[in-house]
């Protein structure tokens, strides 16, 4: 057996073991949690209650994390233990939206020091945080109206299974095998509540890290040549690639992240990296679809929320040049005014991603 | 599209691409070279088989390809390749640069009236040439196969055979010492001296990649 053959066989394992680990991860969270009563349901319940404190929850929990993907999986699970409801998910899911582009946002300033090549790169980044900051302010208000995104979403899983509900569980083998594994971290827990709640989130946590690492490595040495020209001639190649990478990596902020050094040497333009982005977004859903798979139907009712809050983003925002232009001419301007003062990107950073999500949640919840 | 995606799949890493442009761009070099030579030296009115400023055009193109495929690779794939994708941009620029000192002697052959002749100086112009030529050649020859001893050995013959017989030339001409040559035959030769060191430099260059560290890149070999 070639080397090769032995490190992408060793790979494969990996990944289904850490898959499996995460699943197990997220189940005991949704386990751990029900254990804790309807008391402390009523409680998060209650604080999730308030949609603008919810959308900012999803921002700063995103940020923190560095992964919308992990934000959106603890959602998940949280409503399939259901202390959150698919309509307070919703809110969160959408600010999880926002963190997660504080990533690629970081790593463009690693080329503050270089004049043309920071304003590229950093235009790269944050049309990123515009469009998904564009695609809250015109879905948010819409859907604390109309409830559009819930219903869609309700409506899909009502198609797929009938009934909606927690108590509807996905029946598998799979799901077996993930509910033994986290009835063993219990028992690892000695029973305790808290400590199999801990357990379990620090498992899902490093388990996504993991399977991230471990994808990256395998995927991105394959697949570089399609940065290469070819794919981003057109804007659905584009978008395709962005969504289909994304999955295979299971992290947006990964791939938004690897074209920032390529927009910052001038190799992709800023419209060329635009529906790669729109791409990553709904690929990143894969990981919330995935770790709902494991739980209820409930829980992937709110997965199915955050695919389709990022089709209807892209339906939206993406077919009208005038509404298009608007994230791409706010980048711009943000990037040229930051070229001229360089503490402005630095103030962008704090203020959008840490000062107003943290005032918003502190005040809010008090 | 699917057919184009499908040769995406099966194609090399965008290192080996660039790597194989280079090998490319090195033998439209030597095409244009000997080329070049052909039309100043044996030609009476700058005779050229080929499209030299197309084929300059091309080398050009070559070399942003392959600067990008380079930034690209690096970009995505992390550091593995980092030296080795830093001595590619930078070969890439002297091999492109051969190309434009080619097209010069091409231009010189077209302004110049007749064939080139040497004079007295002629003698050591043909060993010149037959040495650039087969430094140029071996160069080409121990990058593709990064064959270590032959690029050291064809680094040591660029300093005693090319270099400096091209210096004496040029200052044999700039001195007065020779008699025998037109103005315009001085100033050509003089020229053509130069542009021929350039080029054995180049391919110096080229060769030292093989042989040394990164930071040591277009110099000789540390002992």
Sequence with gaps: MSKELQRTLINSISIIAFLYLFLVGINGMSSAIKHFGSGFADTVLSTTDNPFLALFIGTFATVLFQSSSTTTSLIVGMVSAGVLSIEGSIPMIMGANIGTTVTNTIVSMGHISRGNEFKRAFAASTVHDFFNMLSVLIMFPLELKFHFIQKSAIGLGEFLFGNISSNEVMKSPIKTA????????????????????????????????????????????????????????????????????TFMVQSSSITTSLIVPLAGAGVLSLRQIFPYTLGANIGTTATALLAALSLNVTALVTAFAHLIFNIFGILIIYPIPFIRNIPIKLAETLAEYSIKNRLIPFAYLLIVFIVIPFTIIYFGGK | ???????????????????????????????????????????????????????????????????????????????????????????????????????????????????????????????????????????????KNQDIPAAQKLMKTYKKKISNSCDEITHSIVSGKVADLTTDQSASLALYARFLKRIGAHSRNLISSVVNPFERLGYSEKE
């Design chain 1, 178 to 245: 993930v509910k033994w594994g986290s009835k063993q971290i219990e028992i690892l827990s000695f029973d305790n509540n808290i400590f199999y709640l801990i357990l379990s989130v620090l498992l899902t946590l490093f388990m996504l890290y993991m399977i991230v690492k471990v994808l990256r490595k395998m995927v991105l040495s394959k697949v570089e040549v399609f940065f290469d020209k070819y794919i981003f001639k057109t804007a659905i190649r584009a978008l395709l690639f962005g969504m289909l990478l």
């Design chain 2, 1 to 143: 599209m699917f057919k184009q995606i499908f040769q995406l799949f099966s194609s090399d890493s965008l290192y080996e691409q660039a790597l194989e442009e280079c090998h490319e761009m090195l033998d439209i070099d030597l095409t244009m070279f000997k080329a070049s030579m052909y039309s100043l030296r044996e030609s009476d009115n700058a005779e050229m088989s080929i499209n030299i400023f197309k084929l300059d055009k091309k080398i050009n193109r070559f070399e942003r390809d392959v600067r990008r495929k380079i930034m690209t690779h690096l970009a995505i794939s992390g550091s593995k390749d980092l030296g080795s994708g830093l001595v590619l941009v930078s070969v890439v620029i002297d091999i492109e640069r051969i190309g434009d000192y080619t097209k010069n002697i091409y231009e010189m052959a077209i302004n110049h009236p007749t064939k080139l002749v040497g004079g007295s100086l002629e003698k050591d112009l043909l060993a010149i040439e037959k040495k650039v030529t087969d430094v140029f050649e071996g160069s080409i020859i121990a990058f």
